[in-house]
């Protein structure tokens, strides 16, 4: 098992910044893409960006000039920088991982809220 602990969320006025971390620990093989997704009320979990061992990344739409992600891999550990934030990011944020043998891990989520 893997677990996910994500933090660095809170409340940030829009245009400002946050950055989100994510600490794998546990008995696992190895992880290969580490991802975050989020989560508004009354919406659908959505990918915002991911990260594979090798440094690959994929970003949204919605994100991409904003967000940046990034990797330890030798910590196991998963951040996500997140400038000029709107307050349609506002969000429940999730660390997501994926090893080797395909087992889907996610973290309990931090709240992101975007308000003046």
């Known amino acids: 098992q893997v677990q996910l602990v994500e933090s660095g969320g809170g409340l940030v006025q829009p245009g400002g910044s946050l950055r989100l971390s994510c600490a794998a620990s546990?008995?696992?093989?190895?992880?290969?893409?580490m991802g975050w997704y989020r989560q508004a009320p009354g919406k659908e979990r959505e990918l915002v960006a991911r990260?594979?061992?090798?440094?690959?990344?994929v970003y949204a739409d919605f994100v991409k000039g904003r967000f940046t992600i990034s990797r330890d891999n030798a910590k196991n550990t998963l951040v996500l920088q997140m400038n000029s934030l709107k307050p349609e990011d506002t969000a429940v944020y999730y660390c997501?991982?994926?090893?080797?043998?395909?087992?889907?891990?996610w973290g309990q989520g931090t709240q992101v809220t975007v308000s003046s």
């Open positions: 997501n991982a994926v090893n080797e043998l395909r087992a889907v891990f």
């Open positions: 990260i594979t061992s090798g440094g690959s990344t």
């Open positions: 546990g008995s696992f093989f190895s992880i290969n893409a």
